[in-house]
Structures are given as structure tokens and as C-alpha cells.
């Protein structure tokens, strides 16, 4: 079977897409690696395509690639309302389509939440947010995402989303509903859908609007930031209730685990400030005193336990709904590989992501003009102790006080990191965000 999508045109279509991560480097080639014909009404059809773009130097990207049959060069399917709803179809209707070299098999969980009606024909609007796949809200009351940009072997967000509505009650979170997956040399998750959650507003803009209010955080707002705390300390728990699926069950944190991270986090630190010295040499003299704080990781009695995590969490992962929050987009970071996304870990790391974002969002309201507030410690106490009061004595924490600190900071530390590569490749303006916090970070004793 021969692809009707020309391959020629490819690299300068995909040079012109939002989506596309390779727009740094000269393409060699594009090649299908799977794909099949999904059938339209009025005797048309789309291609679903996965292709796979070789660079003239470095790794190989793969990309789902939905297209119209054009004689006027690409065009992509999502832009039509009839294949967007043939796409949602195969996965309601639990379809396999046989492709070239495999099958795209739609999925849909057979929770109380996926046996909802739908009108027919199904509206389907496009979502206008900027964002690196593309998110679908069909009646208003499901979302689904097609994933862009594809990785090899089980997705995260899939497979979190999975675990935590068919093995859990944590129901703080869109339920997962369903997925479309590629099976055979292509095997990839392709969408992923959910509980479409209306008039939601997200944690980040949230807590902009608070930031910029006042610079006195209210009893309110801190209230909600407790609930956040405790949504997230119940988000843990359930993430750590498996007793017999591997990928889930808790495995204790040995002194080996926090020398590993230990050692991962001074290695980061080396690439880190080397490349971020480029433009922030006065971070040369705090090298010295920030390898000692990664160091003292390794340093902590082990106690508690690894377990699976949220991975990416900031204040743009929560929704804030009428009176409450929900926690959505189990991806983890977007730069590591599948393999260590899905890796078991500390759960204050999360922890430490969210306390992160407050300091971001000080840092955007006061670049706004805003005078600096009494906000951001306030903003952590409250988290912190929402967190703690729902995870009291769990067995994944830490035992005392001592290490849990320890251990917070160490992960605070290597989130900085992380964040000055992500905002050095994405949004250079705001490396400084990051980086003036590892200047403030103080060395400890
Ligand atoms: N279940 C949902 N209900 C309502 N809005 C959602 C839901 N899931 C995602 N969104 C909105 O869509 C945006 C993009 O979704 P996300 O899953 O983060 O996509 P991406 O992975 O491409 O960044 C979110 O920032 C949020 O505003
Ligand atoms: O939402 P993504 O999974 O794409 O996460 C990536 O992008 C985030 C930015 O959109 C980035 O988050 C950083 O910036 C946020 C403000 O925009 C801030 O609230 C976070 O604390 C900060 O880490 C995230 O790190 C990155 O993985």
C-alpha cells in the first residue's frame, strides 16, 4: 500500500507547523513508517500517517500525521469537522483499522463517567490554546488530545490517566475516557481523551489574578492553596495504593536512590550553568556552594518510598473548577525520555514543582509593574500544609521533619535546573526567573 501523501512535500510543510520541534534543523528526509485510510462520509476519506523525519545530524523524530487528500500540496485532516469526528469515532466505537505495516486501535474504558450520551451528529470544536498538540472538545463534554510529536513505547499520560480511573477513587483529575493507539512498527499512543471540564479557569492564571490583587495574599486564596496541597497529597496517595501493578507499586527509597539523584542533579547542574554562564556569569561564583546542596541529597537517611508521580506539576497542570481543583496532564517533562518520565520517584518532587510556580508567578506579576508582595511564602506555607495534613504518616513521605526538608529542597534545586534549560531552548526571556533563584538559593550548613 502506497502512501497518497507526498513525501516531497513534506519537509517544508512540516517547517511551517506549530507542532513541529525540528524547525532547528535541516531535514535529510521524511518517510512513512505506518499508515492507513479512515473512511468519511460522501465517499471521502483522510490518511492517518505516522512519518518519520531523519535530521541531517542527530536522532530521528516520529509525527502522527492526519491529511486530506489535496492536489494543492498538505492538508491537514484536523481542520475538517467530518474527520475530526471519524477520528473520535474509531475510539468510542473501540475500532481497529488495519493499516500498512500494523493497526490503529481506538479504545474507550467502560467507566460510569464513558457510558455518557452523545448527540449525533457529535459537535466537535478545535480548542484555541497555544499548545504543542491538538485538543478537541466534542459536545462539550469530552476532550480529546492528538498527540503531534510521537514516542515509542507506553505513555505516561495514558497510562497514569488509566491507573487512576480504573484502579482508584482520587476522581480529582478530567477522567481519562479512552485512546487511540498505533500497534506494530509504529506502536505509539496517538490521542488521548478525557472529561472535557467547562468554564474552567488554570491554576496559573488563577493565581496571576490573586498575585496581581494584592500584595497580601487573602485568607481565601491561602484557604484554596491548602486544598491544592491536600488535592495533591490524595493525588499521591492513590498514585501509591497499588498492590499488584508494577509499574505503580511503592518501592522503598534506598541510600543508592538518593545517591543516584544526588549524583544525576550535580551532573545537571555542570550543563546547567555552563550553558546558562553564557548570559548569567555571575552564577560562576554560586557553583561551588550549589554542587555542595545537590550533594547533600546523598547525605539523607533513607526512609519513605519511590513511587509514580504527576512529574511536570505547576500551577498550568491544575484547573480550577467551582470551589475546587483537579490535576490533569500526567505527560511529566516534556524533554526526558518516555523510560524516566515513567520512573518511580519521590513524591516531594512534585512538591517542589508547585512551589516553583509561585515563585514564577511572583517573579511575571512583578515584571507586570506589580511592587513585590508578601506573597510567595505565605502562598508555600499554606500548599505545605494542606500537603502535609493529607499525607500525614504516609509511607511515601520521609520520616522526619529533617530529611522531608532536605529532600524538598534538593528537588527545588533540581527543578531550577530543569527550568533554566526549558526556558534557555523555549522562552529566553525568562531564564532570569530561574536563574535569580538560584542566586537567592542559600548554601546550607
Ligand atoms: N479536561 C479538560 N477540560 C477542560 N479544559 C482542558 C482539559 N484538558 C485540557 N484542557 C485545556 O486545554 C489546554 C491544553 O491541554 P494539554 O493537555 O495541556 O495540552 P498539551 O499537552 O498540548 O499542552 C490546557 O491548558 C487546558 O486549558
Ligand atoms: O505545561 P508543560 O508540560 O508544557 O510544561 C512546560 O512548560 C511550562 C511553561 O508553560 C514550564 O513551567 C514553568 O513556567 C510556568 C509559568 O509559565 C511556571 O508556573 C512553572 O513553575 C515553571 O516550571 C514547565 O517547567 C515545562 O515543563
Do not use: C
Not at 484555541?128 to 480529546?144: M, P, R, Y
Amino acid at each position: 500500500m502506497t502512501t497518497p501523501i507526498d513525501l516531497t512535500k513534506l519537509p517544508d510543510y512540516l517547517r511551517n507547523q506549530r507542532w513541529f520541534a525540528g524547525k532547528a534543523w535541516p531535514i535529510k528526509s521524511v518517510s512513512t513508517v505506518d499508515h492507513a485510510t479512515v473512511p468519511l462520509p460522501g465517499g471521502r476519506d483522510f490518511t492517518l500517517a505516522v512519518v518519520e523525519v531523519i535530521y541531517e545530524l542527530g536522532h530521528p523524530d516520529r509525527y502522527l500525521l492526519p491529511v486530506l487528500p489535496s492536489s494543492e500540496g498538505i492538508q491537514d485532516a484536523l481542520d475538517d469537522v467530518d474527520a475530526l469526528r471519524a477520528l473520535f469515532q474509531v475510539i468510542r466505537e473501540k475500532q481497529t483499522i488495519s493499516s500498512a505495516s500494523g493497526r490503529f486501535v481506538g479504545e474507550w474504558l467502560d467507566t460510569p463517567e464513558g457510558l455518557m450520551a452523545l448527540p449525533s451528529p457529535v459537535p466537535v470544536r478545535r480548542l484555541q490554546v497555544e499548545q504543542s498538540n491538538t485538543s478537541v472538545v466534542v459536545a462539550e463534554k469530552v476532550i480529546f488530545k492528538v498527540i503531534r510529536k510521537l514516542e515509542a513505547g507506553i505513555n505516561p499520560e495514558y497510562e497514569v490517566g488509566r491507573f487512576l480511573a480504573t484502579k482508584t477513587s482520587f476522581r480529582a483529575t478530567p477522567t481519562l475516557l479512552g485512546a487511540l493507539q498505533s500497534e506494530g512498527p509504529a506502536g505509539a499512543t496517538l490521542a488521548v481523551v478525557h472529561r472535557y471540564i467547562p468554564n474552567v479557569t488554570d491554576g496559573w492564571r488563577y493565581t496571576l489574578d490573586s498575585f496581581r490583587r494584592s500584595a497580601r495574599l487573602s485568607d481565601a486564596f491561602l484557604g484554596e492553596l491548602r486544598v491544592l496541597g491536600q488535592r495533591l497529597g490524595e493525588l499521591h496517595h492513590a498514585l501509591a495504593s497499588s498492590t499488584d501493578e508494577p509499574g505503580f507499586v511503592p518501592e522503598p527509597i534506598h541510600a543508592e536512590d538518593l545517591q543516584r539523584w544526588s549524583a544525576s542533579m550535580v551532573g545537571e547542574l555542570g550543563v546547567t550553568l555552563n550553558d546558562a554562564m553564557r548570559h548569567f556569569p555571575e552564577l560562576e561564583g554560586r557553583r561551588e556552594g550549589l554542587i555542595e546542596r545537590a550533594k547533600q541529597l546523598a547525605q539523607v537517611p533513607p526512609s519513605g518510598q519511590k513511587i509514580r508521580i504527576h512529574g511536570d506539576l505547576h500551577l498550568g497542570q491544575v484547573l480550577r473548577t467551582e470551589g475546587d481543583w483537579l490535576i490533569f496532564d500526567f505527560e511529566g517533562e516534556p524533554g526526558r525520555s518516555f523510560a524516566l518520565r515513567r520512573e518511580k520517584y519521590s513524591a516531594l518532587r512534585d512538591v517542589a514543582g508547585m512551589l516553583r510556580s509561585f515563585d514564577y508567578a511572583e517573579a511575571t506579576v512583578q515584571l507586570e509593574g506589580e511592587a513585590a508582595g508578601e506573597r510567595v511564602a505565605p502562598a508555600r506555607k499554606a500548599f505545605l500544609e494542606g500537603y502535609r495534613s493529607a499525607t500525614q504518616g504516609a509511607p511515601f513521605l520521609p520520616q522526619d521533619d529533617a530529611s522531608f526538608d532536605a529532600m524538598l529542597d534538593a528537588f527545588e534545586l533540581e527543578k531550577m535546573l530543569y527550568e533554566v534549560r526549558y526556558e534557555l531552548q523555549n522562552r529566553p526571556d525568562w531564564v532570569r526567573i530561574p536563574v535569580q533563584a538560584l542566586m537567592r538559593m542559600e548554601v546550607r550548613k
